[in-house]
């Protein structure tokens, strides 16, 4: 394969249309079902509903909760409650609970809200945080969309596309300068998921890039234009220029500020979920237990104070390593 010069500071039109591609990908007819059923929540309010995650990497629709991002046009239209909204502008997003049973068979999944000017701002260099374009680096597809709106089928690719070029641009300084887009990229999400409060084992990076190589391949040399980041991506082999020790020690302090960050917004949102997710404490001693291996006991009186017994678990989930 011929290699791709990539010099310049390039309008992202390729990687738009690449990931517009992915998000045009047909879902399972479970998940649109589901989706329709969880935008009619939100009425004339809702614009847009994103899948993601684990379940759309492996197919298992029954054996996980099902992930959605659900994209609203605003936070007081969507829920008539100036609580919630202050909540989902502040600490974003809002992650709420739903089951529906289709054909006989119950689903359950976790979505958030966001407005989609607000998702555009967090998937975008704008944003400091890593929680929404770690996700959105990742494969997704766009399952449903506001009838008579076929403009924000563009809206929602030109934001998703942020993401993987801010991951690379973020992740530029502590990258190695020759790699294989395998490494590139596993390096970049180990980044990603020191930068929050996660469950998950180490190597979840080399598990993503595992389960989608092929969209990685094609995305990484226009994701690195669309960064403006200087490099040459031939076959699978990527350099880029050496960083300078300069470059190398500003990237270390802005991930040790984003850990920092990143970690106590998570520890924020895990509280607020108690409040906002149907058996959300529930959920989080599931989840920890499935990734970490660690057994985490829920008792009666963190069920009755679900906020202040997320506190201690939080506490006790630190003490024995279960996330980190």
Same mark, same amino acid.
């Given at each position: 394969?011929?290699?791709?010069?990539?010099?310049?500071?390039?309008?992202?039109?390729?990687?738009?249309?690449?990931?517009?591609?992915?998000?045009?990908?047909?879902?399972?007819?479970?998940?649109?079902?589901?989706?329709?059923?969880?935008?009619?929540?939100?009425?004339?309010? *809702?614009?847009?509903? /994103?899948? !993601? #995650? %684990?379940? @759309? &990497?492996?197919?298992?629709?029954?054996?996980? +909760?099902?992930? $959605?991002?659900?994209?609203?046009?605003?936070?007081?239209?969507?829920?008539?409650?100036?609580?919630?909204?202050?909540?989902?502008?502040?600490?974003?997003?809002?992650?709420?609970?739903?089951?529906?049973?289709?054909?006989?068979?119950?689903?359950?999944?976790?979505?958030?809200?966001?407005?989609?000017?607000?998702?555009?701002?967090?998937?975008?260099?704008?944003?400091?945080?890593?929680?929404?374009?770690?996700?959105?680096?990742?494969?997704?597809?766009?399952?449903?969309?506001?009838?008579?709106?076929?403009?924000?089928?563009?809206?929602?690719?030109?934001?998703?596309?942020?993401?993987?070029?801010?991951?690379?641009?973020?992740?530029?300084?502590?990258?190695?300068?020759?790699?294989?887009?395998?490494?590139?990229?596993? *390096?970049?999400?180990? /980044?990603? !998921? #020191? %930068?929050? @409060? &996660?469950?998950?084992?180490?190597?979840?990076? +080399?598990?993503? $890039?595992?389960?989608?190589?092929?969209?990685?391949?094609?995305?990484?040399?226009?994701?690195?234009?669309?960064?403006?980041?200087?490099?040459?991506?031939?076959?699978?082999?990527?350099?880029?220029?050496?960083?300078?020790?300069?470059?190398?020690?500003?990237?270390?302090?802005?991930?040790?500020?984003?850990?920092?960050?990143?970690?106590?917004?998570?520890?924020?949102?895990?509280?607020?979920?108690?409040?906002?997710?149907?058996?959300?404490?529930?959920?989080?001693?599931?989840?920890?237990?499935?990734?970490?291996?660690?057994?985490?006991?829920?008792?009666?009186?963190?069920?009755?104070?679900?906020?202040?017994?997320?506190?201690?678990?939080?506490?006790?989930?630190?003490?024995?390593?279960?996330?980190?």
């Amino acid at each position: 394969m011929t290699g791709t010069a990539v010099k310049e500071h390039l309008p992202s039109e390729a990687l738009t249309d690449l990931v517009a591609a992915q998000l045009a990908t047909p879902a399972h007819p479970v998940v649109s079902a589901f989706a329709g059923r969880v935008a009619q929540r939100y009425g004339a309010a *809702a614009e847009a509903v /994103l899948f !993601y #995650g %684990s379940a @759309l &990497r492996t197919g298992d629709l029954s054996g996980t +909760l099902l992930d $959605f991002y659900v994209l609203v046009d605003g936070y007081r239209h969507a829920y008539g409650s100036t609580g919630l909204a202050i909540a989902n502008r502040l600490i974003p997003p809002n992650v709420f609970y739903a089951e529906e049973t289709i054909e006989g068979v119950t689903y359950r999944a976790k979505y958030a809200v966001l407005s989609t000017a607000h998702f555009c701002q967090l998937a975008s260099p704008a944003c400091f945080n890593v929680s929404v374009w770690a996700r959105f680096a990742q494969p997704s597809m766009l399952v449903w969309v506001r009838e008579g709106r076929p403009d924000l089928i563009r809206t929602v690719a030109n934001a998703v596309a942020q993401a993987p070029a801010t991951l690379l641009r973020a992740a530029r300084p502590m990258l190695p300068a020759s790699s294989t887009i395998r490494d590139l990229w596993v *390096a970049a999400f180990a /980044l990603t !998921y #020191g %930068s929050e @409060l &996660r469950a998950e084992k180490k190597g979840k990076g +080399l598990e993503l $890039f595992d389960l989608a190589p092929d969209y990685y391949l094609a995305i990484t040399a226009p994701a690195l234009r669309a960064a403006g980041i200087p490099a040459t991506v031939a076959g699978d082999q990527v350099q880029l220029p050496t960083a300078t020790g300069t470059q190398r020690l500003i990237g270390s302090v802005a991930w040790s500020l984003r850990s920092l960050q990143g970690k106590l917004l998570s520890a924020l949102r895990l509280i607020k979920a108690t409040a906002t997710f149907t058996g959300g404490i529930d959920y989080l001693a599931w989840k920890i237990t499935r990734h970490s291996g660690v057994t985490v006991e829920i008792k009666p009186w963190h069920r009755r104070h679900p906020i202040i017994g997320g506190l201690f678990l939080f506490r006790d989930l630190k003490r024995k390593g279960a996330i980190r």
